[in-house]
């Protein structure tokens, strides 16, 4: 079956480092993606991570390791306004179809 | 307008209304899709469309009802709906071809109601 596993919730301090990880077993994969979803708002692409290791944006990290199904978003220096949903989602193939986390909601507190 | 646009904002129907969602994107994209949010539930596919065509309905129940007359437009047809129906309505946009790998980009989703 497919499955993707995310924590629900997760906290953190402003200014530290937090790292939300998903776990994946889905019938195909041609690449991850995270994004960040604010309250009512649309979700918004963060990363893609298709080989193994690291990817680097600016504060924000992706890691993946395709024999372990794992990936990770690090979120460095963070600020009040990373507190929001962070899905993983994995392509598992054609036309470009994504099967989604539930999502983890991270709140940064001052 | 820029990006992928959603109308309604927010929608409340009866259970025997025939209403229709909106979407449009600006981005030249060849693919679109439909995605229901429900509360602390994962995003869900429903439809996808590519080159206007749908190549993929995800055991969506025939009250919603897809239409994509061109590339940049894609509207649900929503009849005789039930309460559980309820959710986060979201539309996206990507660039299947030639690659079929591209980033989907999101609009801002119709907030819908069922009462």
């Known amino acids: 079956g497919q499955n993707i596993d995310q924590p629900t919730e997760m906290t953190a301090t402003e200014g530290a480092i937090v790292q939300i990880n998903c776990t994946y077993q889905?019938?195909?994969?041609?690449?991850l993606f995270w994004y960040q979803q604010h309250a009512g708002e649309a979700p918004t692409f963060l990363s893609y991570?298709?080989?193994?290791g690291l990817e680097e944006k600016g504060r924000f990290s992706s890691f993946l390791s395709r024999s372990k199904g794992y990936s990770y978003l690090l979120l460095k220096e963070l600020q009040m306004k990373d507190s929001a949903s962070y899905l993983c989602?994995?392509?598992?193939?054609?036309?470009?179809?994504?099967?989604f986390g539930a999502g983890t909601r991270l709140a940064v507190h001052p | 307008e820029t990006g992928v646009t959603q109308t309604p904002r927010h929608l409340v129907m009866g259970m025997t209304n025939k209403k229709s969602l909106k979407c449009e994107q600006h981005l030249g994209h060849n693919a679109m899709y439909w995605y229901k949010q429900s509360a602390k539930k994962p995003l869900e596919l429903m439809f996808v469309y590519s080159l206007e065509e749908r190549v993929e309905n995800n055991s969506v129940p025939s009250r919603f009802s897809p239409e994509c007359p061109n590339s940049s437009h894609l509207f649900l047809h929503l009849h005789t709906l039930q309460p559980e129906d309820s959710a986060l309505y979201l539309c996206?946009?990507?660039?299947?071809?030639?690659?079929?790998?591209?980033?989907?980009?999101f609009g801002p989703g119709t907030r819908l109601t069922v009462l």
């Open positions: 989602a994995v392509q598992e193939g054609g036309y470009n179809k994504l099967i």
């Open positions: 889905t019938s195909g994969f041609n690449g």
């Open positions: 991570n298709v080989l193994d």
């Open positions: 996206a946009s990507s660039q299947e071809y030639p690659r079929g790998t591209d980033t989907q980009y």
